[in-house]
């Protein structure tokens, strides 16, 4: 979703399909990856996954989380900033919390005015950090260019969500997991969780309480 958006594939797509050649017709602004910030909004082991990869376009990472130190953000190659900070510096931000009532709606109106003028967001973590209200206006304004969602507020989406409609909007139906064999692994991870717990060992995953 992330390099998508910010190659604008899915505009340069509906411009060859609309019978239109010329690159300037179809998309503007897009800026190189090696020229792209890229934020995060926390730091657990899916979002250090995602810094691997986009590390290796180039892309310049930073990023916030609480529970990690300077050090450890250092040794992913990421600039730690705070919450603000990464929100109004950030090409591209992706979420990588849990939701919480601390959470909801973190990425508001208020806060997607504070981005930077045609910027991308990505939300594969939990629906309900975005104010999806909010998030078509800001598409349909051009302060946010494009944005690719695999999780809602509310899901199955609704018929009448204005989100179908809104132009420069990718969205896939919870499934950023998805794969041939995904859910094997998840359903063999899960039992093995479960044997170690009953065995009184360490957990792979630490519980919440």
């Known amino acids: ?21 010329k690159i300037d017709r179809m998309v503007t602004g897009i800026r190189s990856l090696r020229n792209t910030t890229v934020g995060l909004i926390g730091l657990g ?3 250090k996954a995602y810094v691997s990869r986009l590390a290796a376009f180039g892309c310049h990472m930073i990023g916030f989380d609480p529970y990690v130190t300077e050090a450890q953000a ?3 190659g990421v600039h730690l900033m705070s919450q603000e ?49 909010a998030l078509v206006a800001a598409l349909l304004s051009g302060q946010i260019s494009g944005a690719g969602l695999d999780v809602f507020a ?15 909007l990718i969205m896939s139906p919870h499934a950023a997991f998805f794969s041939d064999t995904s859910v094997d692994t998840l359903q063999r991870l899960a039992a093995e969780e479960a ?13 919440i309480t």
């Open 154 to 168: 509310q899901e199955p989406l609704p018929a009448d969500s204005p989100l179908r409609t809104t132009p420069h």
């Open 85 to 133: 900070q990464v929100i109004s510096s950030a090409h591209v931000l992706s979420l990588h919390v849990p939701l919480t009532p601390a959470t909801r709606h973190l990425i508001d109106a208020e806060t997607m005015a504070k981005m930077p003028q045609g910027s991308i967001i990505i939300n594969c973590s939990r629906g309900g950090l975005i104010d999806e209200t």
């Open 1 to 21: 979703m992330t390099l998508m958006m910010a190659r604008k594939l899915n505009q340069y797509d509906q411009g060859i399909r609309a019978g239109e050649w």
């Open 195 to 207: 044997l170690r717990c009953l065995r009184g060992e360490p957990l792979r995953c630490s519980l």
């Open 74 to 76: 250092k040794a992913l």
């Open 45 to 47: 082991r899916i979002a």
